[in-house]
């Protein structure tokens, strides 16, 4: 009897510890915590690292900046790393910083120069730089943000004159003013996410490297603002010289000539500016205007002084964005102290744009429908049953000391299996859901392509989010500790820990895709063509304000559909039903924060699910893809 109560108590005693390891393997197993080297940097090596944050030194907060550092001459070669600790605003202070790491390969007695982009979230706190070779720090250094130098909003000025434009502070949004030269100009298109309007005035095309080219280019195509001041060294020239028919017009770099409203003539003398103190107000001093002579092309909107075109703006050609060119120069006089000139500057700078994406609410819907593997569930439950099914046959059928031994040695192999088991679990249980926006460029050959994802780790544990291709820019949404990016030539590497009991982490990732769509509405309203290149959409309707048409499926290229007058329903009436997690997702796109820069404009949005666009987000080790959503969005064109 005493036998027999002993075996029921460690029986019993046996089933809960396996139990226990099963279901909470962090107790007794937890997930080793992500280290961050802390070395200290003598203050010889702080006054050897250049570091160039931002446009001039001038900074936004929550957008990705150019970070440039030039290395001096390392005293080693092999493997090396920059690492930039960015401190952002979370719930505990001075305890939340993101990590980024650039891998480069070091060789001896070179200098250096490294870029990476990074996010001021928490401008009180320095940023820290850190070089180690062959994983030895051998350099850092700290960079403080003054507050003078953080704006929320920014022009940026390419001129040879660091000069003229401080009035502009005094336009509403604390505009912020940086002159830089061309050899500061991001090589990532998406760097320019903190300028407002980027402003060309002494611009040497030499100076300009092709990324450099590329980025500006792209950024512009994609919603960029851009102001090209017309001028030239014919401008200081005497009046008679200048108006005369042979005065050449000013040089502009031929990589901008696919962006500009209008072709530029030749150099003029215009006897007075008063005109443009009649358009904008303000008293103009007198005195003669030395303007270039613009040509509008088609399409451009001009501004005209004593019959001369010297403003036109339009889009940039094939794009969404928005460039205006002016005939003269705005730090001259008269110009420079014509009391009107923060109405032309106002009306250049623009509106600020609202974000066409509402990145926190798709994050809360992503993290609130991101499930569990089922597979996990059935594996867990599959090795409790055996385990005590083992335990319990050897119970009944060999209640004797060799059965004990037998149950003995089946908990020693639980104690193996289990910890192996409950890794399997934690990695399975991870998931990754996210969704793309895809905007395309307006016949530009590119579209801009916006990720949210977020990972859930239930039981706890090390991460690995990996964002693919290398153009596409990711960061965390949130702040985030012992988050480290590692910026590799294939793409973003992400890695962190959660904990059990943490909500899922959300990240975005900014890039452009190679991607050619277009929507043509007819005048009268009745026809639509779409042309979607070699992909297939899914869903597909045309959004405007509370109406929308459905239009089911499209093929890859072009279609032609008729729209009846009547094919217009309420946007909460479509009949999806409410438990379809793709629907849900959309309806934040056009219910949430961005929705009115998508559908108020003046023409409808075509949308629709895309097939056969590789995932940006993946996730190291996880049992399942993950769900995952692709959205395009064509404002419609009418011809």
Known sequence: MRRARAWRSGHALLVLCGLALLYRPA????????????????????????VRLGFGGIVKIGVPLPLEVVLPPLPA??????VVDAPALGPQAGQVVTTTAVPFESVADTVRVVEAPVVISDPRRPLKVRVTVRGQQVLGTSAAVSPEHVGGRLVVAVSDDPTGLAALHRLPGRVAVAYVTAEALPRRWQEYAAVDLLVIR??????????????????????????????????????????????????????????????????????SAAGLAGHYGGTMPSGPLTVATLRPRAGAGHVDLSG????????????????????????????????????????????????RVDAEGLAARLAA????????HAQVLGAILLYVALLLGLRRWKPTVAGAAAALLIVLAALGAFPVLAGMVR???????????????????????????????????????TAAPAEML??????????????????????????????PRPFLAVGAIPLSASAVLSRDGRSLAVDLGPLRASRVELRWRDRLYPLADLPAGRTLRDLRPDGWIAAASDGRPSSDWSARVRDVIFEGAGADAILKGATPVLAGELDGIAPVFTLGGAGAPGQRLTVLLVPLERR
């Open 27 to 50: 107790v007794f197993f937890p997930p080793p915590p992500l280290a961050h080297a802390r070395a200290a940097s003598s203050s010889g090596a702080d006054r050897r690292l250049d």
């Open 202 to 271: 002494d611009l040497d095309p030499a100076a300009l490297d092709a990324a450099q080219q590329q980025a500006l280019l792209r950024w512009v195509r994609l919603g960029g603002r851009l102001l090209v001041v017309a001028r030239s060294a014919a401008a200081a020239q005497s009046a008679e010289t200048a108006g005369s028919p042979g005065g050449r017009g000013p040089a502009l770099p031929a990589a901008l000539d696919p962006l500009l409203p209008a072709d530029v003539g030749p150099v003029r003398a215009l006897p």
């Open 474 to 503: 990711a960061e965390p949404l949130t702040p985030a500790s012992d988050l480290r990016v590692v910026l590799g030539r294939a793409g973003s590497e992400l890695t962190g820990v959660l904990r059990s009991g943490d909500p």
């Open 308 to 355: 001369v075109p010297v403003i036109a703006s339009a889009g940039p050609g094939p794009g969404v964005g928005q460039v205006i060119i002016w005939g003269f120069d705005p730090w001259r006089p008269p110009l420079a102290e014509w009391s009107g000139r923060l109405r032309l500057w106002e009306e250049a700078l623009g509106s600020e744009p609202a974000p």
């Open 427 to 465: 990695d399975r249980s991870a998931t990754l859901a996210q969704v793309t926006i895809i905007e395309p460029g307006g016949g530009a050959g590119s579209a801009r392509a916006t990720t949210v994802a977020a990972v859930a780790v239930p039981y706890g544990g090390r991460y690995r989010v």
């Open 77 to 82: 070669s092999g493997p090396a790393e920059m």
């Open 369 to 376: 429908g991101t499930p569990l593997d089922p597979a996990v």
